[in-house]
């Protein structure tokens, strides 16, 4: 709830250097996502701001705002976590913000009156592991004395299952038909009166659903749907878009492009956590704000027989969410542990640092080149990027030419539409990953 304050605090602050004119929320947006490490692409997922029809006890409406603080795309549907405000009759010092939980569906049709709600929590998310939700209303609401636990059981179970077709014309819980909102395994006892004294608490999850879905149809998957209003982008914007969209460099059929030094010394970074000017980045800056090669021209690289494609996190993480033809190579189940020299129960190939790696076997370099060939270009990720530099110290350290080799950062930043063709996401297995080496001749005490 805390992080919401920088994010109104950003809003403000655009709003203030515009001038005279009031940034639209398109611009505000954009510039949440591409002002920090937020949005597509990034180590972030994408946020937002949007609005929603908050309605009252007394039925009178104002446009509020609600925070999309979470937008992350799965294999047949998108999980949001949302912001808002829903009781307004009480004191500012206890009117806490809700955050709810849902995953909306990415139907087959494409259109976005099929999208259907797959989840809805204000406690854990879809998968239960994760705390995603936040009742931040009245419990007991007080003039109905219906209680929080009344609303998860009763009410919004209702809501599961139903398209956007459904929702979008219903205004208030009085829209709803009662019959429908009693159909279902254990509802037929279930009655809409229950909640008349809760109207605001319930009324607002209704809004703010429909403020949801309306910005799901933002998304790429709904692009050729007829019924939404396409508004046309800025001149600059789409400019941005094309030059984004160009490949790197044009050349004959059948040829590769040139590939770029893997440090892109244009680039500027702050070189130590501490420092207050940015330096710029330099061959030996092996980091991935530094590289050449990021989510933004990645795909113009890939499915290059003349590279080799490198994935470092653990085989769970692997089988969650991967980009295609990447092999695995668990680099801390495998490659490095610090303990790794000096504790015989760590098969890993180095201890010590990653930039003086001790060797634990003898066959610890002859295996690193066979895993990550000398005389191959090697594309690396992980997560976010930070153990592809740890691995490039390694390289480094035990005399790979680090020309042929490029951090592309992490499976945190390919989260743009231009990636989902190339990404799984569907697990088909559950491993418990043992890593061991046998039958080499270990070195280190």
């Given at each position: 709830?805390?992080?919401?304050?920088?994010?109104?605090?950003?809003?403000?602050?655009?709003?203030?250097?515009?001038?005279?004119?009031?940034?639209?929320?398109?611009?505000?947006?954009?510039?949440?996502?591409?002002?920090?490490?937020?949005?597509?692409?990034?180590?972030?997922?994408?946020?937002?701001?949007?609005?929603?029809?908050?309605?009252?006890?007394?039925?009178?409406?104002?446009?509020?705002?609600?925070?999309?603080?979470?937008?992350?795309?799965?294999?047949?549907?998108?999980?949001?976590?949302?912001?808002?405000?829903?009781?307004?009759?009480?004191?500012?010092?206890?009117?806490?913000?809700?955050?709810?939980?849902?995953?909306?569906?990415?139907?087959?049709?494409?259109?976005?009156?099929?999208?259907?709600?797959?989840?809805?929590?204000?406690?854990?998310?879809?998968?239960?592991?994760?705390?995603?939700?936040?009742?931040?209303?009245?419990?007991?609401?007080?003039?109905?004395?219906?209680?929080?636990?009344?609303?998860?059981?009763?009410?919004?179970?209702?809501?599961?299952?139903?398209?956007?077709?459904?929702?979008?014309?219903?205004?208030?819980?009085?829209?709803?038909?009662?019959?429908?909102?009693?159909?279902?395994?254990?509802?037929?006892?279930?009655?809409?009166?229950?909640?008349?004294?809760?109207?605001?608490?319930?009324?607002?999850?209704?809004?703010?659903?429909?403020?949801?879905?309306?910005?799901?149809?933002?998304?790429?998957h709904f692009a050729n749907d007829p019924s939404l209003v396409k508004t046309e982008a800025p001149k600059e914007e789409a400019a941005k878009e094309t030059e984004k969209e160009a490949p790197a460099v044009v050349v004959a059929a059948g040829e590769l492009a040139p590939l770029p030094a893997p440090v892109d010394e244009t680039k500027t970074f702050l070189k130590n956590k501490d420092d207050k000017e940015e330096v710029p980045c330099t061959p030996g800056d092996f980091g991935p704000t530094c590289s050449a090669i990021t989510a933004e021209n990645l795909k113009s690289y890939l499915n290059r027989p003349d590279v080799y494609y490198i994935d470092l996190r653990d085989h769970n993480d692997y089988m969650k969410k991967h980009l295609r033809n990447f092999e695995v190579i668990p680099f801390f189940g495998l490659i490095f542990n610090a303990n790794a020299h000096t504790d015989a129960t760590l098969p890993q190939l180095y201890g010590g640092t990653t930039k003086e790696p001790v060797p634990v076997y003898e066959e610890s370099d002859s295996i690193l080149e066979t895993l990550f060939p000398k005389d191959k270009t090697l594309f690396i990720m992980c997560q976010a990027g930070g153990r592809v530099g740890m691995l490039m110290d390694i390289l480094a350290a035990r005399g790979w030419d680090m020309s042929k080799v490029y951090n592309?950062?992490?499976?945190?930043?390919?989260?743009?539409?231009?990636?989902?063709?190339?990404?799984?996401?569907?697990?088909?297995?559950?491993?418990?990953?043992?890593?061991?080496?046998?039958?080499?001749t270990r070195i280190a005490p």
């Open positions: 709830m805390r992080k919401l304050l920088p994010l109104l605090a950003l809003v403000l602050a655009l709003t203030l250097v515009s001038g005279a004119m009031a940034a639209t929320l398109p611009e505000v947006n954009d510039f949440l996502n591409n002002s920090a490490k937020l949005g597509p692409n990034s180590k972030a997922n994408p946020v937002a701001v949007i609005p929603f029809h908050h309605i009252d006890g007394p039925q009178e409406e104002d446009l509020f705002y609600a925070f999309v603080n979470f937008k992350y795309q799965a294999r047949g549907y998108i999980k949001y976590q949302v912001s808002y405000v829903s009781c307004t009759c009480r004191s500012a010092d206890v009117n806490y913000w809700s955050t709810m939980y849902v995953d909306l569906t990415l139907p087959e049709s494409g259109l976005l009156d099929d999208a259907e709600i797959r989840t809805l929590s204000y406690e854990k998310d879809g998968t239960g592991k994760y705390q995603a939700g936040f009742w931040g209303d009245s419990n007991p609401v007080p003039t109905g004395g219906q209680t929080y636990e009344m609303i998860r059981d009763q009410y919004l179970p209702y809501y599961v299952g139903k398209t956007y077709g459904e929702l979008k014309t219903l205004s208030t819980i009085a829209d709803i038909k009662a019959e429908d909102y009693a159909a279902g395994e254990g509802r037929a006892d279930l009655t809409l009166d229950t909640w008349t004294g809760a109207t605001v608490s319930v009324n607002n999850v209704l809004r703010v659903l429909q403020a949801i879905f309306e910005y799901h149809g933002t998304d790429a592309i950062g992490g499976m945190a930043q390919f989260s743009g539409p231009e990636y989902r063709d190339l990404i799984v996401d569907t697990p088909e297995m559950i491993l418990t990953p043992v890593y061991s080496m046998e039958g080499l």
